[in-house]
């Protein structure tokens, strides 16, 4: 079973790492719970291994999750 990672992108294009180390449902419905806030951001799960071997960059910090209103 793989592990998942939450992801956010904001308004100029930034990414950053949100949570790690998730199932997939919990994955889904962390990042439903953030878009469902109606911010601006894009919220998106990916596959902890498949993000790796694509090579992409890991985020050097952790995203503070957005207080709900």
């Known amino acids: ?3 998942y990672r939450v992801m956010r992108q ?6 950053f790492l949100v ?6 449902a ?3 419905r962390l ?3 953030f ?3 109606g911010h ?5 799960v990916e596959a902890a291994e498949a993000a790796g071997a694509a090579g992409a960059s890991a985020p050097s910090e952790v995203a503070e999750a957005p207080e709900a209103p």
């Open 35 to 37: 878009e469902a806030r």
């Open 10 to 15: 904001d308004d100029n294009g930034n990414r």
């Open 40 to 44: 601006k951001q894009l919220y998106w």
């Open 1 to 3: 079973m793989g592990t």
């Open 31 to 33: 990042a439903a719970e």
């Open 19 to 24: 949570a790690k180390d998730l199932d997939g």
């Open 26 to 28: 919990e994955a889904q």
